[in-house]
């Protein structure tokens, strides 16, 4: 299952637009990308995913370049309510439970918008 | 719709006592999960259910079983705690039909203190 690259952490201030990037290097061709964010006290729950290209929807954004080795979440006008644990995921998500919930969450991106 | 509802929320534990901790949903899924969830560690899974009576083994399993006799229902015991185990321990479940908006969905967690 692919590992991925991401930053620790990351500062914003309210308004801004946030650009989260993941390193995937070794991504297979049945891999999707889905994103989750988690608040503390609570669990993850699900952003977007993609294939390639562009997606979005009323959250976010993901930009997948054409080599699909990186991906980008984008969070516009970012609010104190995002601050928040944002993780990269990378793996055959139509495979089924045992390599869905395998996915490999690591540590994520700790998103801290600031007033 | 209540998703995935963990219980206990929290629960001390002396070293040597064992517990269950249940989780339960009703989103009709086939997929059931336990993960784990210590700072700076990520989520790592602990064990697995493809579906009603079967189970299997995440990344870290060892001291922990758990049980899928029902359906909406993934039991995650340990027989003898240790303080390794304090933790917060996330359940989640999946669907499992072959889509390309296949997520995972979690519970609320459940704060594991062992001393």
């Known amino acids: 299952l692919a590992k991925t690259t991401q930053p620790i952490s990351m500062d914003s201030y309210e308004g801004q637009e946030v650009n989260i990037t993941c390193s995937h290097n070794?991504?297979?061709?049945?891999?999707?990308i889905t994103w989750y964010q988690q608040f503390p006290s609570q669990g993850p729950r699900f952003i977007i995913q993609g294939y390639k290209t562009k997606v979005t929807n009323e959250v976010a954004s993901l930009f997948i370049p054409a080599d699909r080795k990186s991906s980008t979440l984008s969070l516009p006008r970012v609010s104190l309510s995002d601050t928040a644990v944002y993780y990269c995921l990378v793996g055959d998500i139509k495979g089924g439970g045992s390599t869905l919930g395998r996915l490999y969450f690591g540590r994520g991106t700790q998103l801290t918008v600031w007033p | 719709n209540a998703g995935v509802t963990q219980t206990p929320k929290f629960r001390v534990l002396k070293t040597g006592q064992s517990m269950t901790l249940l989780c339960a949903q009703d989103m009709n899924h086939e997929y059931m999960y336990w993960y784990r969830q210590d700072p700076g560690m990520g989520l790592r899974l602990i064990h697995y259910s493809v579906g009603e009576g079967t189970t299997a083994k995440g990344e870290v399993p060892d001291g922990y079983n758990v049980s899928r006799l029902k359906k909406q229902n993934f039991l995650l015991g340990l027989e003898s705690a240790a303080p390794s185990q304090t933790s917060v321990y996330f359940c989640?479940?999946?669907?499992?039909?072959?889509?390309?908006?296949?997520?995972?969905?979690f519970g609320e967690g459940s704060w594991l203190t062992v001393v």
């Open positions: 070794n991504i297979a061709t049945n891999d999707y």
């Open positions: 989640a479940s999946s669907y499992s039909g072959q889509s390309s908006g296949n997520t995972i969905y």
